[in-house]
Antibody, heavy 121, light 108 residues
């Protein structure tokens, strides 16, 4: 059974960088796309971006290139960095495994429990 | 990006009743690439349906999905007490993938 667990600071100051790690257990981090998704009362569920084992990444244009996603296969972890944060980035952040057909993007079959990140001074 | 509108916002039903949830897309969703999730308070979303009508592993057959193009439906044939929750649709036919705003199924 694949399990995902987010970790990182729960409080980030405005204009600083939000950093989270997702640790994957119960399966290899190879093959699948690994995603970050967030949920806030104001914007609902919002896909942030993904990374493949190859290093190929894609992120949501709404985040205006503030996103960096990286992978550490030796630790079965992937990470999210979101820079220049504001209060609007306050949300529960989830990591999730992507699934999809060869010519589609992804739905998400395994999710972490989520971690609340608050942006405040 | 594709905007997904879910209706109704809240559905008040009793256990044993049938629930019908709607998800409408602002443009056609490629090849029925639509998924449904259930979310309970304090928990992550749980995948129910993908490909508009395929149940995910371990999902009871009282959950069914249908639809194509811009109109999709999630049906729960007979509500069990554990089915009262939020439900979200998600399209994955185009980037960025997007989610609907959700329907809350509450006990009447």
């Amino acid at each position: 059974q694949v399990q995902l667990q987010e970790s990182g600071p729960g409080l980030v100051k405005p204009s600083e960088t939000l950093s989270l790690i997702c640790t994957v257990s119960g399966g290899s981090i190879g093959t699948y796309p690994w995603n970050w998704i967030r949920q806030s009362p104001g914007k609902g569920l919002e896909w942030i971006g993904y990374i493949y084992q190859s290093g190929n990444t894609n992120d949501n244009p709404s985040l205006k290139s503030r996103v960096t996603i990286s992978l550490d296969t030796s630790k079965n972890q992937f990470s999210l960095k979101l820079n220049s944060v504001t209060a609007a980035d306050t949300a529960v952040y989830y990591c999730a495994r992507g699934r999809g057909a060869a010519n589609s993007y992804d739905y998400f079959d395994y999710w972490g429990q989520g971690t609340l990140v608050t942006v405040s001074s | 990006e594709i905007v997904l509108t879910q209706s109704p916002g809240t559905l008040s039903l009793s256990p044993g009743e049938r629930a019908t949830l709607s998800c409408r897309a602002s443009q056609s969703v490629s090849s029925t690439y639509l998924a449904w999730y259930q979310q309970k308070p304090g928990q992550a979303p749980r995948l129910l349906i993908y490909g508009a009508s395929s149940r995910a592993t371990g999902i009871p057959d009282r959950f069914s999905g249908s639809g194509s193009g811009t109109d999709f439906t999630l049906t729960v044939s007979r509500l069990e007490p554990e089915d009262f929750a939020m439900y979200y649709c998600q399209q994955y036919g185009s980037s960025p993938v997007t989610f609907g705003g959700g329907t809350k199924v509450e006990i009447k």
